[in-house]
Nanobody, 117 residues
């Protein structure tokens, strides 16, 4: 069964840290571009970070605070979030895209991250 399952969300004070995990099943994980997106209710989903092989990209607002990484042996992608801010509050979604197959995007169900102001 093809699925992405996120974990690791929660409530953390400003300046704190969380690590999100996304376990993938049913795909050839190592060839996929993995990403983290986030969405606040009433707003579009926005890209946070992606990793393709060892190449990473980040949206400007998280550069220097968030780190995306992957463990191909465990079919898992991580998002280490440090120095969290209230504006990081959102539902975080894991995304997987096969670069060799159009229309292959997969999504997890999301995990809530809350940073109180």
């Amino acid at each position: 069964q093809v699925q992405l399952v996120e974990s690791g969300g929660g409530v953390v004070e400003p300046g704190g840290s969380l690590r999100l995990s996304c376990a993938a099943a049913g795909i050839i994980f190592r060839i996929y571009t993995m990403g983290w997106y986030r969405q606040v209710a009433g707003h579009p989903r926005e890209l946070v970070a992606t990793i393709t092989g060892g190449t990473t990209q980040y949206t400007d607002s998280v550069k220097g605070r968030f780190t995306i990484s992957r463990d191909n042996a465990k079919n898992t992608v991580y998002l280490q979030m440090n120095n969290l801010k209230p504006e990081d509050t959102a539902v975080y979604y894991c995304n997987a895209v096969n670069p060799y197959m159009a229309g292959s995007a997969l999504w997890g169900r999301g995990t809530q991250v809350t940073v109180p102001s």
